[in-house]
């Protein structure tokens, strides 16, 4: 099952690649996500390609898909459904809205107003929503890939701790090298790649996919250095606020994938290392957040923090 799921996500790779070029990175961290059954939050400036990498994995997996474009007038009822009165069947009737789907395309998720980010909490964490006390769950799988730009103030309601949290991996895609820049102009010269791009799997290979996952062996070596990683950024004096319990199974379950893409079953510190920083920098808040100092990003004292936890042998 392992080698079927690794074939996967070498395929969903090549297919997202067409249309994303130079960046195989962050689309395996993408996959990654999905097979571990979390979230992602593309979070970069405008042009990059964010949207288009969500709607490449989109149609590459043939399953639904909704996109949604986040305005501050959107309602939480926009998001999650709404009971109407039918008058010809003299009824409330319930109609469903778009994060019943597989993938959700969460379009500039940080300019709509906190009241409807809000909506997605139970839906990303529970796989439910609840509308006149009446709970519905959601399709598996379920899969919300937001995007938000971080340079625009104006207008943006930012993500609360709480919801950044159910995020399991924050990524940023950056600009290209020339090479792939020059790759790009050369595919989107005549029409879109997104234009002809085929499903290579469905979306009952991605459930397999996620329960192949959550068989892979963590042996207490590799839980107990998951622990130790998390306690470092409770412990250390740049942060603020270290990673929650929530964040050290993300972390574990991100590794999980990450092995299961290598054609293991068992974890490696190697794996831990590949995805803590995506994993973990988002949920922290260091001492100097509001300080423009690049050492002190997120990223780096997760790194910084690797680097002074002993990995098991």
């Known amino acids: 099952m392992n080698i079927e799921t690794a074939r996967l996500a070498r395929q969903l790779t090549d297919n997202i690649s067409r249309v994303i070029c130079g960046k195989d990175d962050k689309i395996t961290m993408v996959i990654t996500a999905l097979f571990a059954g979390g979230h992602v939050l593309l979070d970069d400036i405008p042009g990059t390609g964010k949207t288009s990498l969500a709607r490449a994995l989109a149609k590459s997996i043939d399953s639904d898909c909704r996109r949604v474009q986040f305005t501050p007038d959107l309602l939480p009822s926009d998001?999650?459904?709404?009971?109407?009165?039918?008058?010809?069947?003299?009824?409330?009737?319930?109609?469903?809205?778009?994060?019943?789907?597989?993938?959700?395309?969460?379009?500039?998720?940080?300019?709509?107003?906190?009241?409807?980010?809000?909506?997605?909490?139970?839906?990303?964490?529970?796989?439910?929503?609840?509308?006149?006390?009446?709970?519905?769950?959601?399709?598996?799988?379920?899969?919300?890939?937001?995007?938000?730009?971080?340079?625009?103030?104006?207008?943006?309601?930012?993500?609360?701790?709480?919801?950044?949290?159910?995020?399991?991996?924050?990524?940023?895609?950056?600009?290209?090298?020339?090479?792939?820049?020059?790759?790009?102009?050369?595919?989107?010269?005549?029409?879109?790649?997104?234009?002809?791009?085929?499903?290579?799997?469905?979306?009952?290979?991605?459930?397999?996919?996620?329960?192949?996952?959550r068989t892979v062996r963590a042996s207490d070596a590799i839980k107990d250095y998951i622990v130790r990683i998390v306690s470092a950024t409770r412990e250390s004096e740049k942060i603020r606020h270290g990673v929650s319990p929530r964040g050290a199974l993300s972390l574990l379950r991100a590794s999980q994938a990450k092995a299961v893409m290598e054609e293991r079953d068992f974890i490696l510190p190697d794996d831990v290392k590949a995805v803590a920083v995506p994993v973990l920098a988002h949920r922290i808040i260091s001492r100097s957040q509001n300080t423009i100092r690049l050492s002190e990003s997120g990223e780096n004292i997760i790194e910084y923090i690797l680097d002074g936890v002993k990995a098991p042998i």
């Open 79 to 213: 998001l999650t459904g709404i009971n109407y009165y039918n008058q010809k069947q003299n009824e409330f009737v319930f109609r469903r809205g778009p994060v019943f789907t597989n993938i959700l395309i969460a379009d500039e998720i940080n300019r709509t107003t906190p009241r409807t980010q809000s909506a997605l909490l139970e839906c990303m964490e529970e796989r439910q929503t609840t509308i006149d006390g009446v709970t519905y769950p959601l399709e598996p799988p379920f899969f919300v890939m937001a995007t938000q730009n971080p340079i625009e103030s104006q207008g943006t309601f930012p993500l609360p701790e709480a919801q950044i949290d159910r995020f399991l991996m924050k990524l940023s895609l950056g600009y290209p090298d020339p090479d792939a820049e020059k790759a790009m102009l050369g595919r989107f010269a005549e029409s879109s790649p997104l234009d002809t791009l085929g499903a290579v799997c469905t979306k009952d290979e991605v459930v397999a996919a996620i329960a192949a996952v």
